[in-house]
């Protein structure tokens, strides 16, 4: 599995960002995938996830109605829609993948990750 994220940038407060997560060498259909991020100075927090059958999202509470996450099955492709970004918001962003239902895991069960994509968001 091999996992390359992109659309990272500098942006001022209130902009927006897509981020791409693209996806390769899957093996099954079931697993979610999510974004997760790392301040400096910070621990690695999941920020969204999204299962692939079924559509299922996820979002922690200080980006709901900021972010919004999707996919494109075809090209195993997973996007993270951010507006309205907020200085808070800069991190290093990384996508991630899991065998498995629904998008509820643990943080560890996550096996594969990307190299992550920096977002600075200017006050």
């Known amino acids: 599995v091999h996992l390359v994220e992109s659309g990272g940038g500098l942006v001022q407060a209130g902009g927006s960002l897509r981020l791409s997560c693209a996806g390769s060498?899957?093996?099954?259909?079931?697993?979610?995938v999510g974004w997760f991020r790392q301040a400096p100075g910070k621990e690695r927090e999941g920020v969204s996830y999204?299962?692939?059958?079924?559509?299922?999202?996820k979002y922690i509470d200080s980006v709901k109605g900021r972010f919004t996450i999707s996919r494109d099955s075809d090209t195993l492709t997973v996007y993270l829609q951010m507006n309205n970004l907020k200085p808070e918001d800069t991190a290093v962003y990384y996508c991630?993948?899991?065998?498995?239902?629904?998008?509820?895991?643990?943080?560890?069960?996550?096996?594969?990750w990307g190299q992550g994509t920096q977002v600075t968001v200017s006050s």
């Open positions: 991630a993948m899991v065998y498995g239902h629904g998008v509820d895991h643990e943080f560890e069960e996550y096996d594969y």
């Open positions: 060498g899957f093996v099954f259909d079931d697993y979610a």
């Open positions: 999204i299962h692939s059958t079924d559509g299922s999202t």
